[in-house]
């Protein structure tokens, strides 16, 4: 008679965890490669070419001076009168004032100490009213 030796297979209950960091490293660089990443859009900005130089009447522009405590003083044209508001009310004034004046142009001077946050509430204030000719400006006489 013969022997045979059979050897018998264990079946393991074992998950192999060998591939696994792989497995990781290919799915982390597929995501890093196919993730489309959205560009914050901003307030759009139209430079005029340069040497270009266009009068514009006062009673075309509303002058909005920033201060450096983030009042804003508004002033009409070459009016002496000043009105001070905060920055969430130049939304409601800015509509109310291009109804009257559909070429009107909104020239914001900024204090030069003044934390930028106060111009960007500003322009954020002009853009949701639909503001579309803005002129940035820093304060000289203050």
Sequence with gaps: ??????KKSKV???IPTASMADIAFLLLIFFLVTTVF???KGLEVVLPEEGEQVEVSQNNILHLIVRTDGVVEVKRGESTSIQQMRA????TLWRTEVTQNPNLIAAVKTHPDAPHEYMIDVLDALQLAGAERISLQILEDF
């Design 1 to 6: 008679m013969a022997v045979i030796n059979q």
């Design 88 to 91: 969430d009310d130049i939304e």
């Design 12 to 14: 393991s209950d074992e």
């Design 38 to 40: 959205p560009k914050d």
